[in-house]
DNA sequence: TTTTAAATAGTAACAGTTATCAATATTATT
DNA sequence: AATAATATTGATAACTGTTACTATTTAAAA
């Protein structure tokens, strides 16, 4: 019965996604973890990120921009793609769930969730904008 | 001044983008598009797509799924990614402008804009999901 | 027409990710 | 503690979706 064991390159790869609220692509983990591993290859850190998300210890989050971002926070919230310097920030709102029984209306199938992405300017780059105009 | 010449190439993808509500992607427009022309080219698919949605003249769906998908109805609208046939269906709701305005609330930076992505099941898979039950 | 340059077909290159496999490390068993 | 069993690794090749390159073609202007 396909029993799990414990990694050292796993745990390294978890504690950063745990410690970070930077959004981190697979080669920015590789980057980091390479830094107390500096055999590990990039395909264990692939391996592992399709393991953390496949157990929910860890959420993929898909923002159009050619590379999956990884976030080590499993609760539900939501991101914003910053337009000005392309990192995904954290947003502090309630979860909209209303918003699944609006598609529910007038619509045959079944409504399971949804993802939302924001785009705009994060605080710095807003600052910068603001400053500048 | 950059004079923009219209290929059949080019309108045949956008006129096959118009008429289907399939969402397809590069490879499945380029499918389709070669019944007409096939001698076209794959970067030639790729270049006109990336051409019409610089121009406002189609939308590019990014659902995570591996590959862009395309849209010819460029009006505000919603989609959901079937979990049964990997399909992208379109919903027929109101734009959830307000959802920018709870974003903004305890938030520095400035939001332009969301794209929502439903979860679900399309009429069709939910339908054997029911008889099936 | 002739000219001009945008667009094409064909192909190579590229980025992100997955698959393969012998060697290694973790856990269970003795 | 030693041994056995197997999950995991590192290294690398392979794969997929997409972009870049270039000689040739084609649409539009003169």
New interface residues.
């Given amino acids: 019965m396909a029993t799990i064991k414990y990694s050292r390159q796993r745990q390294s790869i978890k504690d950063y996604l745990m410690s970070t609220k930077e959004h981190p692509t697979a080669d920015m983990i590789y980057s980091h973890v390479r830094e107390e591993y500096p055999s590990i290859s990039l395909g264990t850190v692939y391996r592992n990120l399709n393991f953390l998300v496949s157990q929910g210890e860890a959420i ?1 989050l ?3 921009d050619g590379s ?1 971002h990884y976030d080590g926070n499993t609760t539900k919230h ?1 991101h ?1 793609l ?2 000005g310097c392309n990192r995904v ?1 954290d ?4 979860p ?1 769930d209303h ?2 029984t ?2 529910a ?22 600052k910068q ?1 603001r400053t500048s105009a």
């Fill in positions: 993929r898909t923002c159009g999956e939501y914003l910053c337009s920030v947003l502090t709102m309630d909209l918003i699944d609006l598609a209306v007038n619509f045959d199938g079944i409504i399971e969730g949804h993802t939302v992405l924001f785009r705009g300017k994060c605080p710095e780059c807003a904008t």
